[in-house]
């Protein structure tokens, strides 16, 4: 597609409930970003595929966070059990490069805007 | 470990001025710099990207420049609209960081008509 599409654009999740993040790059792009974005603060990376392969999940804040790529194209981020510190806006982000290719900026999705009750 | 601040965090200006807003990183070893805008409730936009050996880069009324060694960029804006209104955001790309994005905190931007 033209951009990176998000969805759902807003999910409100009760306490406990399990949720599901949809990503849909931009077709052909080889790396796919999610960040978390606080209230007034900047991105914080969560972690990055190249491909189908999960190269770094070292920013996923608990083992309550799962994101995949199967087919390395669409990805989706899951959080079960959500907390309320989870509410936040979940930004997914894709380059045309891979690890070696570093030259790319980055383009985003609009966010799915996550609140917690 | 690298950290990204942005000066000013707010800006209200009258439409029509020229303005500055600037970036400073710690770790000179960067691959680029990008900045964004991001709207209220709204996704990031990429305005520019400036690879490591570049000086600046311009795209209309925007024009950012990088001075790696000193570890500043700042994107200037010429002739500002109401429609500039934004928190624009400069990220990092970390030589050997496995591509994570290093963010600072923003400078919101309100232009007065």
Redesign the interface.
Known sequence: GAGVSQSPRYKVAKRGQDVALRCDPISGHVSLFWYQQALGQGPEFLTYFQNEAQLDKSGLPSDRFFAERPEGSVSTLKIQRTQQEDSAVYLCASTPGGQGALGYGYTFGSGTRLTVV | KQE?TQIPAALSVPEGENLVLNCSFTDSAI??L?W?RQDP??????LL?I?SSQREQTSGRLNASLDKSSGRSTLYIAASQPGDSATY?C?V?NAGN????I????TSLAVNP
Do not use: E, I
């Open positions: 990204v691959y680029n990008q964004f409730g709204k996704g990031l936009t990429s990207l690879q955001l990220a790309l496995n591509r994570k994005l963010w600072g905190l923003g």
